[in-house]
């Protein structure tokens, strides 16, 4: 392994370690499935979220969402580096939903860099890497509707 894929992957399990310590925090009493989602800013702050349930189960948010919007209401969203997201049930890695998948390409393209996913499940060491666009393709975003980056000058 080369010293950044080495970084690099020093990085990836320190964000998935703090998306299952987010997950510790999972309002999930309906589906009882646990999730917490972590996002690494340029600056390598980690910014945890973990998925809020409802009792109208509609309005439920997701680990990925929670995460985002807090990173987006501290005025980081163009900082926004990387992502992690673990938990679920049965071992297996979890993956974000669709609607998650377009939130990170919202946040992808105001970050205005690729945006790595690291998926895990709840413990173990596997860890899928995707990019936003593998999980997302031919995705409608803000650059659609002519708004880029909202980097600082
Ligand atoms: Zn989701």
Redesign the pocket.
């Known amino acids: 392994m080369t010293k950044n894929a080495s970084a690099k992957a020093l990085v990836a399990k320190a964000l998935v370690d703090a998306a299952r310590e987010a997950m510790a925090h999972a309002h999930a009493p309906y589906s009882g499935f646990a ?1 917490g989602a972590a996002v690494r800013l340029t600056d390598g702050r980690i910014v945890t979220g973990a ?1 809020f349930e409802n009792a109208s189960y509609g309005l439920s ?5 929670v995460a985002l919007a807090t990173v987006n209401s501290q005025g980081r969203l163009a900082d926004v580096e990387a992502i992690a997201v673990a938990g679920g049930a049965d071992g297996a890695i979890v993956a ?6 377009q ?1 990170m390409h919202e946040a992808e393209q105001i970050a205005g860099r690729p945006l790595p996913v690291y998926c895990a499940a709840a413990s173990g060491e596997a860890m899928i890497e995707h990019s936003v666009s593998a999980l997302l393709p031919y995705a409608f975003g803000p650059v659609d509707l002519g708004v880029t980056t909202k980097k600082r000058s």
Do not use: F, I, S
């Not at 974000?96 to 998948?101: A, D, F, L, T």
């Open positions: 999730v998925n948010l997701c680990a990925e969402t974000p939903c669709g609607r998650c998948r939130v």
